[in-house]
């Protein structure tokens, strides 16, 4: 059974910063793309950003320069660094894992994702 968990969400203040990671067990692969989406009330679900087995990274246009994504493949771990946050970032944040072999695409949507976190909330006021 896969289990990916998300944590280090929280509240801050705009401007600050938080660092989610996600943890996966019970996958046995470390050659796939992973990623984080979010999910803001009243809103679709939207890629943040994406990275593969070879550390290549893709990231929204609303977040690149302020966010940075990492994988740890002897962890089976899953980062996501977030800087400077915005009140538009407040959001639900999910990890999600593709199946092996499977890589990440430039446009965040077209990649297929086959696992997800439960999420993680993430705050942020002005």
């Known amino acids: 059974l896969i289990q990916m968990v998300e944590s280090g969400g929280g509240a801050v203040q705009a401007g600050g910063s938080l660092r989610l990671s996600c943890a996966v067990a019970?996958?046995?692969?470390?050659?796939?793309?992973m990623g984080w989406f979010r999910q803001a009330p009243g809103k679709e679900r939207e890629g943040v950003a994406q990275?593969?087995?070879?550390?290549?990274?893709h990231y929204d246009d609303s977040v690149k320069g302020r966010f940075t994504v990492s994988r740890d493949n002897a962890e089976n771990t899953l980062h996501l660094q977030m800087n400077n946050l915005k009140p538009e970032d407040r959001a639900m944040y999910y990890c999600?894992?593709?199946?092996?072999?499977?890589?990440?695409?430039?446009?965040?949507?077209?990649?297929?994702?086959?696992?997800w976190g439960q999420g993680i909330q993430v705050t942020v006021s002005s």
């Open positions: 999600a894992a593709a199946l092996p072999k499977v890589g990440c695409y430039a446009d965040l949507d077209r990649t297929e994702l086959s696992y």
């Open positions: 019970g996958y046995p692969y470390d050659n796939y793309c």
């Open positions: 990275i593969d087995s070879d550390d290549t990274t």
